[in-house]
T-cell receptor, first 115, second 111 residues
Framework: NAGVMQNPRHLVRRRGQEARLRCSPM?????VYWYRQLPEEGLKFMVY??????IDESGMPKERFSAEFPKEGPSILRIQQVVRGDSAAYFC???????WGYGYTFGSGTRLTVV | ELKVEQNPLFLSMQEEKNYTIYCNYS?????LYWYRQDPGKSLESLFV?????AVKQEGRLMASLDTKARLSTLHITAAVHDLSATYFC???????????FGTGTRLTIIP
């Protein structure tokens, strides 16, 4: 069981470029969540997706950020025209949905640095 | 809006001592999680607490939940160096799958 796979582990972008972060959930998990962690802070919810559907995007900034979880392939978090304030660790988590006994499994994260 | 507060934010302990981390949350919740994070790493799930009075133990760590007081505690017994990490609690409700995290407690065990 490979767990939740995120790539890349580290990503450096210049201001104005686009960043694409990928997340493959655990086998059998159909629910994907994205969280952002700023340095020295806790994780903040961004978006919750199921296959081909955005369920809750209440934590997503209104501009430049988008997320998808297509029928085939990984979930993608896309940040357009990155700014220095986007520098953070972005974590993806997955769950099977409806089974609360085991909680969520987090990936290793993508550390985005905007220069 | 659900708010989750942890204290202390920073904790330095000597080995073999006992201590407790507190997690308070502002509204009724169905589920409470404790996670551990090592520097530069992901979150490791420690405990999931689902009901009032729930107590779970793993090694030197024990977590409990009091839903009436909206309080969870993470108790560390006879600390050892490899417990040094940042510990987060997180809260969620059935029907709302997003987790709201506390600010974290950075624990340093001093030999």
């Amino acid at each position: 069981n490979a767990g939740v796979m995120q790539n890349p582990r580290h990503l450096v972008r210049r201001r104005g470029q686009e960043a694409r972060l990928r997340c493959s959930p655990m086998k059998g998990h159909s629910h994907v969540y994205w969280y952002r962690q700023l340095p020295e802070e806790g994780l903040k919810f961004m978006v919750y997706l199921q296959k081909e559907n955005i369920i809750d995007e209440s934590g997503m900034p209104k501009e430049r950020f988008s997320a998808e979880f297509p029928k085939e392939g990984p979930s993608i978090l896309r940040i357009q025209q990155v700014v220095r304030g986007d520098s953070a660790a972005y974590f993806c988590a997955s769950s099977p949905g409806g089974d609360w006994g085991y909680g969520y499994t987090f990936g290793s994260g993508t550390r985005l640095t905007v220069v | 809006e659900l708010k989750v507060e942890q204290n202390p934010l920073f904790l330095s302990m000597q080995e073999e001592k006992n201590y407790t981390i507190y997690c308070n949350y502002s509204t009724t919740s169905d589920r409470l999680y404790w996670y551990r994070q090592d520097p530069g790493k992901s979150l490791e799930s420690l405990f999931v607490l689902l009901s009032n009075g729930a107590v779970k133990q793993e090694g030197r760590l024990m977590a409990s939940l009091d839903t009436k007081a909206r309080l969870s505690t993470l108790h560390i017994t006879a600390a050892v160096h490899d417990l040094s990490a940042t510990y987060f609690c997180a809260v969620a409700n059935f029907g709302n799958e997003k987790l709201t995290f506390g600010t974290g407690t950075r624990l340093t065990i001093i030999p």
